[in-house]
């Protein structure tokens, strides 16, 4: 029998005096033990999910906390069948992630950020009809799943968030703020930036949508469809109190969660395709890319 191995998600804000020599060393540890995934450093951090063996995975935790001087970094845990990357990413950023503001408008989540509400709080405080649910997280991962009711503004890229808050969303002001994305890092700065535009009232989900889900007493309630993840799963379980499929094949409409990319190359949108439709059509959004891609051949 093989050994089981592990997703880990992570991230903390810690000051790392050299990334490029952090970076080194996180690239040659996880050569060494066969880990694959994604990790940005930067100065204020580290933000990253890998996978690999049980035994690979720990010791990657254990080397990583010690390197750190920390105790304080939480990693949520997955099982799976074997890697859910295909290579291994290490990358210096400016930044672990960007709202793209100017160093003078810059977040720095451990001088301003919102109030942490743990998901039994997350949960009591999202079924009071006078609060506002925010989702700190792209148009393409809330396509696929969201907390009932939430606003889910139509951007590509968290950049784009502090634009479609001063011209969409100023006038929510003195209401009651609950922001949450993925695992928690991009609502540390959000909310934080919401603090700063004036917002009188903003919370946070603490480990975001991941912790929520595995939460003994929240267990993922009101929260239908799956939680984007960005590696091959693309979409893991959330809900297990009162699960709801959201989403709908683009050809024939029936209800399904398989998200795939356009097999046109210059397309390659991530649409909702059932099975028997990429079978009998193939895995276009259209006639349009389906026709495309045959003249291109």
């Known amino acids: 029998m093989s050994d089981p191995y592990q997703v880990l998600l992570y991230y903390l804000y810690t000051p790392i005096e050299n990334p490029d020599k952090f ?22 951090g580290i933000n990253g999910t890998v996978s690999g063996t049980k035994d690979s995975t720990e010791a990657y935790i254990e080397e990583t906390l010690g390197l750190l001087e920390t105790s304080k970094m939480e990693f949520k845990i997955d099982s799976n069948n074997g890697h859910a990357f295909k290579k291994l ?3 210096v950023r ?13 977040i720095k989540p451990e001088e301003i ?12 405080e999202m079924e009071n009809e006078d609060v506002l649910l925010l989702d700190g997280r792209n148009k393409y991962e809330s396509d696929l799943g969201r907390f009932k009711g939430a606003i889910c503004p139509p951007v590509d890229n968290f ?16 209401k009651r703020i609950l922001s949450y994305c993925t695992g928690g890092i991009r609502c540390e700065k959000l909310s934080g930036f919401l603090i700063k535009e004036g917002f009188n009232s903003v919370a946070q989900l603490d480990g ?11 267990k993922g309630k009101n929260f239908d469809g799956q939680c984007y993840v960005f590696d091959q799963r ?9 699960p709801k499929v959201i989403t709908a094949c683009r ?38 890319c389906q026709s495309s891609a045959c003249s291109a051949k």
């Open 23 to 44: 970076a080194k060393w996180q690239t040659d540890f996880c050569n060494e033990h066969d880990l694959k995934g994604r990790i940005i450093i930067a100065e204020e």
């Open 89 to 91: 990413s290490v990358k």
């Open 94 to 106: 400016p930044e672990i992630v960007s709202l793209h503001l100017s160093k003078e408008q810059g």
């Open 113 to 124: 950020t919102g109030e942490r509400l743990s998901p039994e709080q997350f949960l009591a």
């Open 159 to 174: 950049r784009d968030f502090p634009e479609w808050i001063r011209e969409n969303f100023s006038d929510a002001k003195d």
């Open 208 to 218: 975001g949508i991941i912790n929520y889900g595995k939460d003994s007493l929240a």
């Open 234 to 242: 693309i979409g893991v379980e959330v809900n297990s109190t009162n």
């Open 251 to 288: 050809r024939c409409e029936i209800s399904t969660q398989r998200y795939k990319n356009c097999a046109y190359k210059p397309c390659n949108l991530q649409i909702f395709i059932c099975e028997k439709c990429e079978s009998e059509k193939g895995r276009f959004c259209d006639e349009n």
